[in-house]
């Protein structure tokens, strides 16, 4: 059998692991980068990804009885200024349309970086009874930031995302809603996306502009740094009383509405390949992968090449995606490809195969080889992709946690940021100008405030107070 090639043109993670990442996000046709400076294409094999991830999502907010809408793409400043802290968390990022053509606007338009003052303007106009009460919205769309760094997935200037935004009569419903939703998306990105998160209360200092709580499950990539995976927001009613959002209650009073808003977006692919992949490329959960099995025929033996086709008709029959490689270049360089592009199995058939009616089997996670006899091959095929979703979430859980630490002192704190990467626990008092000074002097900024908190002291790292909680801080994309 041919031997491997491989494709030199992806940089090895130790060595630089940034061009690692946007290596693979290109050699994998995932992304092309475009004239539009800080926007990226998402090509086809990329997309797929996206569609996954969208369609699992989509029926778990509709079993919780979510729909979807749309908003418009533009916001008047006139509504966007009236939530105070929510305009000012965002001002920086905003891109706004001054003209129409060759006429100059009355009022210029924000692109939208976030939709929450056009649901609100909506929702003031049609809720009026606590019988109109909950609302529960999404949205599937785009949004615009205008990020001055930019990377593919991470950080672009437009990109895809959902956001939830609701209406509740009750502070507790509202805060149920905004847990509930982390719990979705935590679960999501642990049983789909195979990556270990943690939960927790952003500070003060982290919370979305605007909200009372913000919630987070942060993850931790294979350099040890940290990744902001999805937030829910508790807004209670700060939006509702800047936009009029009132509603009749049971005894017939005016009261205001209490609100949420929760996110994902397109980041959760970045955090699939910085979690998972390797020197080689990509590797993708099987639960996420658009394609589960590629088969790639060794020669040009007619009847090698039927057996094939039988065998992916009969995979794609019982819902494994598999497709047939059966271009002109060299084994050794699609098994290549197949491994850039993160394919969870590889089954290769020759007519040495065929004459002992077998089929190589290789694991992308691992690489390893094994032989399975044809007519058991989907029951295998089945069965390893079973397994090899929960070793790569068992191994990503491993990884991180021999890369949590616990400082118990300032300078411990300091040589651990600068040693060791990875999540540092400590204890602090709540302060902002102890966080703000240990971002400052250490250079990690707080993860989460988790909601499984652990007893490490009863004083502040930074200041030697009282603690109020245990803080994760990290390094963070």
């Known amino acids: 059998m041919e031997k491997q090639i491989e494709l030199k043109e992806i940089t090895k993670q130790e060595v630089d692991f940034a061009q690692w990442y946007t290596d693979v996000c290109l050699k ?64 920086p990022e905003v891109a706004w349309v001054t003209h129409g053509g060759t006429n100059e606007l009355e009022e210029r338009l924000c692109v939208r970086p976030t939709s929450e003052t056009l649901f609100c303007e909506h929702y003031a106009n049609i809720v009026r009874s606590y019988k109109d009460l909950p609302k529960l919205y999404n949205q599937w769309c785009s949004v615009v930031r205008w990020e001055k760094t930019t990377r593919p997935f991470l950080r672009s200037r437009e990109f895809l995302w959902q956001e939830g935004h609701t209406v509740h009569a009750t502070a507790e419903e509202a805060k149920a809603e905004t847990l509930q939703m ?5 679960d999501f990105a642990e049983n789909c996306l195979a990556i270990p998160v943690i939960k927790g209360q952003k500070t003060d200092k982290e919370k979305f502009a ?26 209670g009613n700060n939006f509702s009383k800047a936009f009029e959002m009132q509603f009749l209650n049971k005894e017939n009073k005016l009261e205001y ?7 994902v977006s397109t980041r959760l692919i970045g955090a ?18 658009p394609i589960k099995a590629i088969i790639i025929p060794i020669g040009k033996d007619e009847a090698v090449f039927e057996k094939a086709n039988e065998i992916l008709s009969n995979l794609n029959a019982q819902g494994v995606t598999t497709k047939i490689d059966l271009s002109e270049k060299s084994p050794g360089y699609k098994f290549a490809e197949a491994e850039v592009r993160g394919i969870p199995l590889r089954v290769e058939i020759g007519p040495r195969d065929l004459a002992n009616n077998v089929v190589t089997v290789v694991r992308r996670d691992t690489g390893v080889k094994t032989q399975v006899e044809i007519e058991k091959l989907l029951d295998y095929v089945l069965a390893e992709l079973k397994n090899m979703q929960k ?12 890369m949590i630490y616990v400082a ?12 060791k ?40 790292i930074c200041c030697g107070k009282k603690a109020k909680h245990m803080v994760i801080w990290g390094k963070q994309y």
Not at 51 to 77: A, R, S
């Open 28 to 91: 994998a046709e995932l992304i092309a980068y475009s004239s539009v400076k800080g926007c990226m294409i998402i090509r086809p094999y990329g997309y797929a990804i996206w569609e996954n991830i969208q369609n699992i999502l989509d029926k778990e907010f509709k079993k919780t009885g979510h729909e979807n809408v749309y908003m418009p793409l533009f916001i008047p400043e006139s509504l966007l200024q009236k939530e105070k802290d929510h305009v000012e968390g965002f001002a």
């Open 182 to 186: 982390l719990n979705i998306y935590a």
């Open 210 to 235: 605007g909200a009372e709580s913000t919630y987070t499950f942060e993850s931790m990539m294979h350099n040890g740094v940290a990744l902001q995976t999805g937030t829910s927001h508790y807004f």
């Open 257 to 263: 509405m209490y609100q949420t808003s929760w996110g």
């Open 272 to 289: 699939i390949i910085m979690c998972h992949g390797d020197d080689k490329g990509l590797v993708l959960p099987p639960n996420i992968a």
């Open 391 to 402: 070793d790569m979430f068992d191994r990503a859980l491993e990884r991180r946690n021999g």
């Open 408 to 419: 118990k002192d300032y300078q411990e704190f300091k040589n651990l940021a600068d040693t």
């Open 421 to 460: 990467p990875g999540f540092i626990k400590t204890m602090w008092c709540g302060d902002r100008a102890c966080e703000e000074k240990i971002k400052e002097e250490i250079g990690v900024s707080s993860r989460c405030i988790p909601f499984q908190q652990e007893n490490l002291g009863d004083k502040c």
